[in-house]
């Protein structure tokens, strides 16, 4: 089936090309009934635009470049999901790729996607601090920055995550409301995300007249999964051989959540009886674990859906040349209960 052309659309409606393509571009200068008429047609003709064509026109491909630490996180797919959403009714392609939560692979990652000409990139980035020059230097020139999930960053662009401090604070405290006072953090080691709700274990600790214990804390390098896991197992076995086993385990992100749950059954404690367990964990099935899983959840489509919008309003100003008033957005995470407190 031979493509549709601007030209035959024209032919067919009597038009000239540049309207068309203005048509369909939603131009101003297009009055709204006629622009309805070429959409009607193109849209009853499954006319596809020619985006290398458009590309070299207009020096954008209308492809955004998304970073995340890994796809097969729950929580990460449902960003992408509110991303790919939005995507398609700007008819802008998404280009996804793995930082695998290491430094370098991420400074690939950004490397390939403006070798590739990017109209902007989307990033949770692996912390603070990582390849930070980088994505400010792009951010100021032809390619823009939007960074999501992990918002404790300097790059000043917009921002759009959860009050990560204040999620944890609401965590720790359902646990001692319920009378844990012994408990345990797992956490990561580097990013900002996992900083802030460390803080937020402690200041919940804190206001209950509760002392922190250095040994109740327990950080993990996330790049590396069979690691972690031994972490996990070596931690509970040394808090027991000193008496001091903790009655529930706060987990800081779904990964951590996910082991943690399965290395408790794995060495037949039992959930609640033995340890309490809530963490953060943007999983579907929470409710179908052995015993439902009491999680923080955070709005992970909606985040997806907002860091496009933001890329879309930052590319847009720049063509008109409007300035640009960026802001960091942190959503309310919610909190499940379940029976595994």
Known sequence: MKRLTLKDIAKAL???????SKALSDSHEINKETKEKIVAYAHEHNYQYNALARSLKTGKTNIIGVIVSTISN??????LEGIEESSLFQQYNIIIMQSRENPAIEKKCIDILYSKGVDGILISPVSDRANLNYLEQLHHSDCPIVIFDRINNSVNTFKIGIDNKKAAKRATQELIDRNYRNILHITG???GVTNERLTGFQEALK???????????LRCDLSQIQIVEQEILYKLAELKKENNSPDAIFTATDLLTNRTIGLLAQQKIKIPEQIALIGFSNTNYAFSFNPPLTCVSQPAKNIGKLAFEKMIYILEC???KREIVCETIELDADITIRESI
Request: aromatic letters at 10%; proline letters at 3%; zero cysteines.
């Open 207 to 217: 206001q209950n007249n509760l002392i922190f214990q250095d040994t109740h804390l």
């Open 189 to 191: 080691l580097a990013n």
């Open 318 to 320: 720049r063509l008109k």
């Open 14 to 20: 009597n038009l000239s090309v540049p309207t068309i």
């Open 74 to 79: 729950s929580f990460f797919s449902q960003i």
